[in-house]
Nanobody, 120 residues
């Protein structure tokens, strides 16, 4: 059974940091790209970042570039999203997802989401 479990969300002040985790099971993480998405209040879901199976040249949305960093630890079956210099507009539910055919193709399995709230 393929599972992706998100954790690490919470309430943080503007300028603060959080690290989200995506723990996977039921498949070999080494062979898959993993993406992070978010959906803010009243907004459509958008891609935030994606890391390829080869761990080369991760993709970032312009809105988070230079503030967020994606990484993976295949031995721990976990992908991380380090979020720094958080802004109120980063408030959203964050989801990780498995990309069976690379970051440019649609994901097939999703995590349950974790809430990130940036507020003073």
């Amino acid at each position: 059974q393929v599972l992706l479990v998100n954790s690490g969300g919470g309430l943080v002040q503007p300028g603060g940091s959080l690290r989200l985790s995506c723990a996977v099971s039921g498949f070999t993480l080494d062979y898959y790209a993993i993406g992070w998405f978010r959906q803010g209040p009243g907004q459509e879901r958008e891609g935030v970042s994606c890391i390829y199976a080869t761990d080369a040249n991760p993709w970032y949305a312009d809105s988070v570039k230079d503030r967020f960093s994606i990484s993976r630890d295949n031995a721990k079956n976990t992908v991380y999203l380090q979020m720094n210099m958080l802004k109120p507009e980063d408030t959203a539910v964050y989801y990780c997802a498995r990309h069976p055919n690379g970051c440019s193709r649609d994901p097939d399995y999703w995590g349950q989401g974790t809430q990130v709230t940036v507020s003073s």
